[in-house]
T-cell receptor, first 114, second 111 residues
Framework: DAGITQSPRHKVTETGTPVTLRCHQTENHRYMYWYRQDPGHGLRLIHYSYGVKDTDKGEVSDGYSVSRSKTEDFLLTLESATSSQTSVYFC?????????????FGAGSRLTVL | KQEVTQIPAALSVPEGENLVLNCSFT??????LQWFRQDPGKGLTSLLLIQSSQREQTSGRLNASLDKSSGRSTLYIAASQPGDSATYLC??????????FGGGTRLMVKP
């Protein structure tokens, strides 16, 4: 998707290993989000950021941490991956406060934890 | 806690048919509701955003309605085409920074 890039797009890892997913945007948007998508649960918010170094927890934040040291990058880290974290992870961005504008989503990162 | 339900989970129609996708939510105190389209292996594309003060929004062959008091929204697709085949998700914003998504309706339009 234009302006927002997720990496890696696919990753297979083993239980207990650390994993970092990267979201990079070129839109200079203030707000960035990490969601996970699972069958039967739809998309659920993990963490979000409302500015550099400003982050907050979402609905399913346990086992995840985030960092935003630059406007353009929002990192999602799984300190010790578990099989329950096998999912498709989506990053989203917005230039206005939630509720005032639509979100633009990245193409997703498919993570498999064996 | 807000819950969003989409019915049906899957729908198959012949090309040219008009169709309606349904979305219901439990907490009517919402800021807005969005409809998204998701193609296999891809991210989500926003189709329509309806603010809580609005009753409907239109974009081309798509029309989304919102009845906040009853906790319902519908997405109407006119003259469906095979290219409309995708998963359609609705999402409700009622807590400032969180969207609550439904499970989606997987639509197949047959030529």
């Amino acid at each position: 998707d234009a302006g927002i890039t997720q990496s890696p797009r696919h990753k297979v890892t083993e239980t207990g290993t650390p994993v970092t997913l990267r979201c990079h945007q070129t839109e200079n948007h203030r707000y960035m989000y990490w969601y996970r998508q699972d069958p039967g649960h739809g998309l659920r918010l993990i963490h979000y950021s409302y500015g550099v170094k400003d982050t907050d927890k979402g609905e399913v934040s346990d086992g995840y941490s985030v960092s935003r040291s630059k406007t353009e990058d929002f990192l999602l880290t799984l300190e010790s991956a578990t099989s329950s974290q096998t999912s498709v992870y989506f990053c989203a961005i917005s230039d206005r406060a939630p509720g005032a504008n639509v979100l633009t989503f990245g193409a997703g990162s498919r993570l498999t934890v064996l | 806690k807000q819950e969003v339900t989409q019915i049906p989970a899957a729908l198959s129609v012949p090309e040219g048919e008009n169709l309606v996708l349904n979305c219901s939510f439990t907490d009517s105190a919402i800021y807005n509701l969005q409809w998204f389209r998701q193609d296999p292996g891809k991210g989500l594309t926003s189709l329509l955003l309806i603010q809580s003060s609005q009753r409907e929004q239109t974009s081309g062959r798509l029309n989304a309605s919102l009845d906040k008091s009853s906790g319902r929204s519908t997405l109407y697709i006119a003259a469906s085409q095979p290219g409309d085949s995708a998963t359609y998700l609705c999402a409700v914003n009622n807590a400032g920074n969180m969207l609550t998504f439904g499970g989606g309706t997987r639509l197949m339009v047959k030529p």
